[in-house]
T-cell receptor, first 110, second 114 residues
Framework: QQPVQSPQAVILREGEDAVINCSSS?????VHWYRQKHGEAPVFLMI?????EQKGHEKISASFNEKKQQSSLYLTASQLSYSGTYFC???????????FGKGTTLSVSS | NAGVTQTPKFQVLKTGQSMTLQCAQD?????MYWYRQDPGMGLRLIYY???????DKGEVPNGYNVSRLNKREFSLRLESAAPSQTSVYFC?????????????FGAGSRLTVL
């Protein structure tokens, strides 16, 4: 079952902050975040594992609430390069396939 | 080091024709995946292979078949293409990155079925 992402779209000016949310109806082992620029493939940003461990991008932070099966991606002091579509992918057990949400489109202007 | 290579990049088919999308990775990853991307629908899993010799259905497997030829290669076949299969197809492999198993995607294959 696809995780639900919100909001669907965000429009920012450079320097502003944004939060993208991802929620699942199933218990989760991990949450992944990927960013896709127009016409390109998705690229890995961040992984959050059950138990609190997280690995990924230095300038982007995220949280994972295991009890609520929710994750949030925090984009602070946004830059033009942050524009793109952000996808969360969830994994219910270690080693199972990632199921992605429908994405959140972020547009950053100067 | 090419990562994940998909061929072809573009293809136009007529309804009822068949074709195979090829995918190869050179990162020695065990798991490989096929996703399709349609506007507003995100990335939907078609099939995946957790290891050489195994394949499993994903969210939208109808109309597709897959073959895990060896550890490097995972192909996706459309036996009788339909306009509903017009989409961008991404192959991905999963393996170590900064200590975690994450997906590396190919550049995508844009398929149009007329």
């Amino acid at each position: 079952q696809q995780p639900v992402q919100s909001p669907q779209a965000v429009i920012l000016r450079e320097g502003e902050d944004a939060v993208i949310n991802c929620s699942s109806s199933k218990a989760l082992y991990s949450v992944h975040w990927y960013r896709q620029k127009h016409g390109e493939a998705p690229v890995f940003l961040m992984i959050l594992l059950k138990g609190g461990e997280q690995k990924g991008h230095e300038k982007i932070s995220a949280s994972f609430n295991e009890k609520k099966q929710q994750s949030s991606l925090y984009l602070t002091a946004s830059q033009l390069s942050y524009s793109g579509t952000y996808f969360c992918g969830t994994e219910s057990q270690a080693g199972t396939a990632l199921i992605f949400g429908k994405g959140t489109t972020l547009s950053v202007s100067s | 080091n090419a990562g994940v290579t998909q061929t072809p990049k573009f293809q136009v088919l007529k309804t009822g024709q068949s074709m195979t999308l090829q995918c190869a990775q050179d990162m020695n990853h065990n798991s490989m995946y096929w996703y399709r991307q349609d506007p507003g629908m995100g990335l939907r899993l078609i099939y995946y292979s957790a290891s050489e010799g195994t394949t499993d259905k994903g969210e939208v497997p109808n109309g597709y078949n897959v073959s895990r030829l060896n550890k490097r290669e995972f192909s996706l076949r459309l036996e009788s293409a339909a306009p509903s299969q017009t989409s961008v197809y991404f192959c991905a492999s999963r393996g170590g990155h900064s200590g975690a198993n994450v997906l590396t995607f190919g550049a995508g294959s844009r398929l149009t079925v007329l």
